[in-house]
Structure formats: structure tokens, C-alpha cells
């Protein structure tokens, strides 16, 4: 299995552009979290979904935020207008559905580094 | 509230020192428990894993856990550390009927030759 895989790995953008990460869970996943790494705050859940429906989205920060998994093998976060707040590693991670014995863990992507200036 | 604490934020121990990673949790039930270990530039990655039966778990790289319910902890211990363990170690709960993974701050290890 290819695991979980996120692009771009790194990231750097202008105040105030549009980022786009993506994200594709391992193959069989239902269960999708993305979760943003910083020094300062540690690890944040931004958002999950289940079987591509947004289940809990109140870690997202701000408005500017959005999350979308249009299809079983792929979601995107994106960040509009970015700001250098908002740099940080974003990963992205998967777990096999409730019914099979390895739910609730969770694979997680490389991750991806954004740095906006 | 559910919650997990890892009370040390960095701890430094020499190669071939044994180790321990303290981790309490907060939940009236038996959660899930996981450790998870993240190298740097890296995402994380699990080592082991608490559900039921056996209180002693074994993981990944020669790592246990140890879960005892009158303490609420699921402390990481190592016999022997090599110098590739230097990392950050993640205690995190989930529970039946959740989707969400609770993940503590973390503890960084340092490992001296």
C-alpha cells in the first residue's frame, strides 16, 4: 500500500494567495482528518469527514479555511487569502471504517510545510 | 472534558538507558490508546496500541505500554534506548462511538551518546 499521500510536500506562498493541499487516504479508508503542526500549538484537528461527509469542522481556524472531499480517494484544505499565520505543516490522515478491527487508527500522510511570507 | 497529558515536554536519556514516557487520560470509560512516534520532517507514525485484554502491549522498534485503569496511564517504556529512537512521542485516546483521535502535546526524547 502507497500509505496516505499529500502534495505538495513544501509549500511557499505570498500574503494573502490561494493554497491548495490535497490529500489521498489509503485505499478501503473512510475516515479522513486533517490536522495542522506548529511549535507554539502543537497538533490541531482542523476537520474529518466520514465517508466524505464533514463530520466536525470546528477546528478550523477561520473562514478563510475550507475543506472538501468530493470522492472516497481525495480531499483538499484550502487556505484563501493565506496568511503567514498560517504557516505550519498540515498533514493528512486515515482510518479504516468502525465494523473492522484496526478502526481508530489513524495513518498519517508525510506532510505538507507551508510557509507564507 | 476528554483529555490526555504527557507531563514532560523533553526528556534526554542516555543510549542504552532504559526509557519512560509518562501519559494519563481523562474518561470515565476504557478508551483506545495509541502511541504514536514522529521523526523529524516526518508524519506520524503508530508504534502500538491499547483495546483490550492484555495490559502490556507490545510495539513496533522494541517499545511496550503499559495500561492501568486505577491510574489512568498508558505509560511507553523501552529497555534499552538507541540513539535512532530521538523523536517526539505522541500519546493519543480514542473512544467507541468516536471518530475524533485525541492526541497529547507530546514529548520530545533526546538521546546522548
Known amino acids: 500500500d502507497a500509505g496516505v499521500i499529500q502534495s505538495p510536500r513544501h509549500e511557499v506562498t505570498e500574503m494573502g494567495q490561494e493554497v491548495t493541499l490535497r490529500c489521498k487516504p489509503i485505499?478501503?479508508?473512510?475516515?479522513l482528518f486533517w490536522y495542522r503542526q506548529t511549535m507554539m500549538r502543537g497538533l490541531e484537528l482542523l476537520i474529518y469527514?466520514?465517508?466524505?461527509?464533514?463530520?466536525?469542522d470546528s477546528g478550523m481556524p477561520e473562514d478563510r479555511f475550507s475543506a472538501k472531499m468530493p470522492n472516497a480517494s481525495f480531499s483538499t484544505l484550502k487556505i484563501q487569502p493565506s496568511e503567514p499565520r498560517d504557516s505550519a505543516v498540515y498533514f493528512c490522515?486515515?482510518?479504516?471504517?468502525?465494523?473492522?478491527?484496526?478502526?481508530?487508527?489513524?495513518?498519517f500522510g508525510p506532510g505538507t510545510r507551508l510557509t507564507v511570507t | 472534558a476528554q483529555s490526555v497529558t504527557q507531563p514532560d515536554i523533553h526528556i534526554t536519556v542516555s543510549e542504552g538507558a532504559s526509557l519512560e514516557l509518562r501519559c494519563n487520560y481523562s474518561y470515565g470509560a476504557t478508551p483506545y490508546l495509541f502511541w504514536y512516534v514522529q521523526s523529524p520532517g516526518q508524519g506520524l507514525q503508530l508504534l502500538l496500541k491499547?483495546?483490550?485484554?492484555?495490559?502490556l502491549v507490545q510495539g513496533i522498534k522494541g517499545f511496550e505500554a503499559e495500561f492501568k485503569r486505577s491510574q489512568s496511564s498508558f505509560n511507553l517504556r523501552k529497555p534499552s534506548v538507541h540513539w535512532s529512537d530521538a523523536a517526539e512521542y505522541f500519546c493519543?485516546?480514542?473512544?467507541?462511538?468516536?471518530?475524533?483521535?485525541?492526541f497529547g502535546a507530546g514529548t520530545r526524547l533526546f538521546v546522548k551518546a
Open positions: 485505499s478501503g479508508h473512510n475516515s
Open positions: 490522515a486515515s482510518s479504516s471504517p468502525r465494523d473492522r478491527g484496526l478502526a481508530y487508527e489513524q495513518y
Open positions: 491499547y483495546f483490550s485484554g492484555d495490559t
Open positions: 493519543a485516546v480514542a473512544y467507541t462511538g468516536g471518530f475524533k483521535t485525541i
Open positions: 469527514f466520514n465517508n466524505n461527509v464533514p463530520i466536525d
